[in-house]
């Protein structure tokens, strides 16, 4: 009888499991939903952004802006891994950090002083847990960005680049690809490599008018450009983020299912015997009687 409770109890606490992972399944796909549209709403303004400033920097061929001066020798690169605040989203996480790690030994190893400026909870704690050092961490952002965040988080960069306190500066990030298909990816934030500004492009036209002239505008436009940028990583972050815990929450919720099957079976079983033995003890008295 003790055994028949006991399995009957753990039932009870794997249900109310499932109960909350499928509920953390459904809010995370919809949070999907929400974070795709972002992402899609984003996408043109950011590819007519980089046509313009193509088209620009045709006027300006030799620019001195600070965000195009590659200095030499290197001396000072950060890097920003971008994680959430939350956890349950399987191994986003650490995909990130792993490669945000990576990036770090290498970089010291060509001779760099390098440190981390950390976007999210987790990153932030375990990298402070591993002892690297961190400049800066930004840890109340929510999980769906808005562009004033990312312009803030883009000041501090540009800031640190134009100062000369930092030399390259890396994001790195899960790159969105599909529901069920996120990349970490590093991107050299700056200095703006000239292939942004001088490749070639088929279908551009640079027919503009420009005041009070194309340096100015171009001028502008570079902090904007890193301030997108930005703005894209954080958002193909979320969307990396709800995807991961939508497939981790799934997962949990079908492992529960199959618990609760194994455990109703074992119940079962152990009713059965319960019942079996009671008859037998039934039987054995009235043949004593």
């Known amino acids: 009888m003790a055994k028949t409770r006991e399995i009957k109890r753990r039932i009870k606490g794997v249900e109310s499991t499932k109960k909350i992972t ?11 939903k929400k974070a795709q549209a972002r992402i899609e709403a984003a996408r043109p303004y950011a590819l007519k952004m980089m046509d313009v400033l193509f088209s620009v920097a ?34 986003a996480n650490t995909n990130v950090l792993r490669k945000a790690e990576a990036l770090y030994r290498k970089e010291e190893a060509a001779g760099l002083t390098v440190s981390f400026i950390t976007v999210g909870n987790k ?31 883009a000041k501090e960069l540009i800031d640190g680049y134009t100062d000369g306190r930092v030399d390259k500066i890396y994001l790195v990030f899960n790159h969105f690809r599909s ?68 497939m981790a929450m799934k997962a949990a919720t079908d492992n529960a299912t199959d618990m609760i099957d194994n455990l109703t079976r074992s119940y079962n079983r152990a009713r059965q015997a319960q019942i079996t033995q009671e008859i037998a003890e039934v039987v054995a008295g009235a043949d004593a009687l």
């Open 58 to 91: 045709q006027f300006v061929p030799e620019s001195g802006h600070p965000l195009l001066v590659v200095r030499e020798p290197v001396e000072r690169a950060v890097i920003i891994p971008m994680t959430s605040n939350r956890g349950l989203c399987g191994a």
């Open 179 to 246: 529901l069920i298909d996120q990349k970490p990816v590093e991107h050299l934030l700056l200095p703006i490599q000239q292939e942004v500004i001088g490749e070639e492009r088929p279908g551009v036209r640079a027919d503009y008018i420009f005041e009070p002239s194309a340096e100015v505008v171009l001028n502008r436009l570079l902090p904007t450009y890193i301030e997108t940028l930005v703005y894209r990583a954080m958002m193909e972050s979320a969307a990396s983020e709800h995807s991961a815990r939508r």
């Open 123 to 153: 990153g932030t704690g375990q990298l402070r847990y591993a002892g690297y050092p961190i400049e800066r961490s930004y840890t109340e952002l929510s999980d769906q960005p808005t562009f004033a965040e990312a312009r803030e988080i």
């Open 22 to 32: 499928k509920t953390m399944e459904m809010v995370a796909a919809a949070k999907i």
